[in-house]
């Protein structure tokens, strides 16, 4: 069978990738909005936000219901090249971490509603939380820009920045602990509602983190490419 035979034998793989990639951006698109009400209905004790937020995590787990199911149908045609089949996986794999960050966003929006915000003192602790909801929304919009411009440099460049989460978080701990049990000042209730808010956001984090490393693996070339620039740069 010479090549065009081959071609023809195969369905429109690049359509349908193309239809992937596209579920995924919308699935990023809804998830990020539901981020952003969580946000808002954390910092602003905004019950109709979390109540959008609710409604957008309706979306997105369709969105993704699609996404997940297109990726199964690609992978069982038996027509696919290598490169293909990593593409697509890690584009299920994106997904899944997707609506795993639209969970912990609900999650939020939930504890919000239990423990209204006014019951979460201003002070130390709710500074440490909002400064992880300020990277994490960094993050989630650096891991997308790096899928959609298959741009490496930018998805390395999420490291520092999860780092940094991760020891407001542990701040964040420790501070909560310490207005419990020296000052207390903090009610037990909102010094739980503190903690369970910090380890979404920062599980949020995670996840566009390792979106970002998706990036990386997929576009290996781009990232030494791009390193090349830089070292041209440099000189």
């Not at 995590?57 to 219901?65: K, M, T």
């Not at 130390?124 to 820009?145: A, G, V």
């Amino acid at each position: 069978m010479n090549t065009s035979e081959k071609n023809n034998s195969r369905p429109n793989i690049g359509a349908e990738l193309n239809a992937l990639r596209e579920q995924v951006l919308s699935l990023a698109s809804i998830v990020e909005s539901l981020f952003a009400e969580s946000i808002i209905a954390l910092v602003d004790g905004d019950s109709d936000a979390a109540h959008e937020a609710q409604l957008e995590d309706y979306r997105a787990h369709n969105v993704w219901l699609k996404a997940d199911s297109l990726s199964v149908s690609l992978l069982s045609t038996g027509k696919l090249e290598l490169k293909e089949v990593h593409l697509i996986c890690a584009m299920a794999h994106i997904a899944l971490n997707l609506k795993r960050m639209a969970d912990k966003g609900i999650k939020i929006a939930r504890m919000i509603n239990e423990c209204p915000v006014d019951s979460l003192p201003a002070g130390t602790c709710r500074d440490k939380l909002s400064k992880m909801t300020d990277i994490s929304q960094t993050m989630f919009s650096n891991s997308i820009e790096a899928f959609i411009n298959k741009d490496p440099s930018e998805a390395n460049g999420l490291h520092p920045l999860y780092k940094e989460v991760n020891e407001l978080a542990a701040e964040l701990h420790r501070c909560v602990n310490e207005e419990l049990k020296t000052t207390k000042s903090l009610p037990l209730e909102a010094g739980t509602a503190l903690v369970v808010i910090g380890e979404n956001i920062a599980n949020i984090a995670e996840f566009a983190l390792d979106n970002g490393n998706c990036v990386a693996r997929l576009y290996p070339e781009n990232n030494h490419r791009s390193s090349s620039d830089l070292d041209g740069e440099r000189e």
